[in-house]
């Protein structure tokens, strides 16, 4: 059973930084970072491939978040810069046996999330 661990989660106000991990127990092809704010349907924020050539970004997050992992640590970040009021939402690690891909619908295994708030 595949069990993932988000931490890093956080208040932090506007322009600052967070960065978040996801340590996997087993083994995994693609790992990505989901949000979901309250009161909103869950979205699609980054995602890496096993050996991290593949990257996608959501335009949102594009040029601010940086995915990235460590196979060896079996585990996925994903560094947030210049936070703003609109990132505050629960973030969720999630894994799948194949390329990475934006959809929630495409991941096998997700993480409890972690919560990240932004004050302005």
């Known amino acids: 059973q595949v069990q993932l661990a988000e931490s890093g989660g956080g208040p932090v106000q506007a322009g600052g930084s967070l960065r978040l991990s996801c340590a996997a127990s087993?083994?995994?092809?693609?790992m990505a970072w989901f949000r979901q704010a309250s009161g909103k349907e869950r979205e699609f924020v980054a995602a890496?491939?096993?050996?991290?050539?593949?990257?996608y970004y959501a335009d949102s997050v594009k040029d601010r978040f940086t995915i990235s992992r460590d196979n060896a640590q079996m585990t996925a970040y994903l560094l947030m810069n210049n936070l703003k009021s609109e990132d505050t939402a629960v973030y969720y690690c999630?894994?799948?046996?194949?390329?990475?891909?934006?959809?929630?619908?495409?991941?096998?295994?997700w993480g409890q999330g972690t919560q990240v708030t932004v004050s302005s």
């Open positions: 890496i491939g096993w050996n991290s050539i593949l990257i």
């Open positions: 999630a894994l799948r046996r194949w390329g990475p891909s934006r959809s929630t619908n495409d991941y096998d295994y």
């Open positions: 087993g083994r995994y092809f693609s």
